[in-house]
């Protein structure tokens, strides 16, 4: 999975590059900041994937970046995710030793704060290209459900997110235009259930989909 994200990294800073090379034109403008509202679809990852292992949709990100000098801005995301599966007949081993044999049903709810900093390749273009980086910390709860019993953890967590995207606008000077972007998300929050399941650094991938409000 890093390798694809390097990958992915290296296309668009080439592909950036190649553009920036180009004659500047009178197209679009330079924004003063900028505003996002997207829908974000999770893959997890490593030992997450080991408890949730569909990919999910269910999730949005809030984001406001606020541009310092040339292509360079600094902002936040705040973000809800959710993740979750349904498994066949395992058993539930508790920590007073009982066990429980039965259908069970896992989820995650994610709600992360991060502060981002990132670099546009182009701003003043009608498609910009970007990398950035969100760093801050994520509040999980993790559920087990087996019969009428719901076990749930709560945690907080540090985390780092590396993402490439772009942004598009919709016209010349469209106050409006979409975001598209793709990342990879590390944090050291856990799961842990008696003896059942240990795991700790929690990974994922996000995809990224959205609306966004050009402030010039």
């Not at 259908?103 to 546009?120: D, K, L, S």
């Not at 019969?147 to 772009?166: C, H, M, N």
């Not at 799961?191 to 609306?211: R, Y």
């Amino acid at each position: 999975m890093k390798k694809i994200f390097i990958a992915i990294l290296a296309m668009v800073i080439t592909v950036s590059v190649a553009k920036a090379q180009d004659t500047p034109s009178s197209l679009g403008f330079t924004p003063g900041s900028y505003y996002t509202f997207s829908w974000n679809t999770t893959f997890t990852m490593g030992d997450f994937n080991k408890w949730v292992g569909n990919a999910s949709p269910a999730g949005f990100d809030l984001g406001g970046r606020y541009f310092i000098k040339g292509g360079l801005v600094a902002g936040f995301n705040i973000l809800w995710q959710r993740v979750s599966q349904s498994y066949g007949y395992e058993t539930y081993y508790g920590e007073d030793g009982g066990a429980i044999t039965a259908t069970n049903y896992r989820f995650t709810w994610m709600v992360p704060f991060q502060g981002v900093i990132a670099y546009h390749i182009m701003p003043g273009k009608m498609v910009s290209p970007y990398i950035g980086l969100g760093i801050g910390g994520d509040y999980m709860e993790h559920h087990l459900m087996i019969q009428e019993y719901d076990i749930y953890k709560t945690r907080w967590d540090f985390s780092l997110t590396p993402e490439v995207g772009a942004l598009i606008k919709f016209g010349n000077y469209s106050s409006w235009g979409a975001l598209v972007a793709f990342n990879y998300k590390w944090t050291t929050n856990k799961i842990e259930f008696a003896n059942n399941w240990a795991s700790k650094n929690l990974q994922m991938m996000n995809l990224k989909v959205g609306l966004v409000l050009i402030v010039r």
